[in-house]
């Protein structure tokens, strides 16, 4: 089951790209903004996880799920990726609420 989580992410990711698809919310609305926003927010979350690993506050887990090698010391290579289903799912919620509340404003 190595790459389970992995596996599961993109999953996600390739479901909420199909639903930013059918609704033109995030990426197939304004690509570069959409990218530059996903980008920076997982930018930050990955010098937050760099700080809470140099603090001994995150530490990577070996599990069956997962591939089991690190990106960067104490950083699993999923990280990235959950960083990015993370902010891609918010600016997608955010822009679907967003949309929705001008239509009732409307």
């Not at 992410?9 to 926003?37: C, M, P, W």
């Amino acid at each position: 089951m190595h790459g389970a989580y992995l596996g599961a992410i993109l999953v996600a990711l390739i479901g909420l790209g199909a639903i930013d698809f059918r609704f033109k919310l995030a990426v197939f609305a304004n690509l570069i903004r959409a990218l530059a926003t996903v980008f920076l927010g997982v930018a930050a979350f990955l010098v937050w996880d760099l700080i809470g690993i140099a603090a001994h506050v995150f530490f990577p887990t070996a599990d069956a799920y997962s591939l089991g090698f690190q990106v960067l010391p104490g950083m699993q290579v999923e990280e990235p990726f959950f960083l990015t289903l993370l902010c891609y799912n918010v600016l997608v919620l955010y822009t679907a609420a967003a949309r929705r509340a001008s239509r009732g404003q409307s």
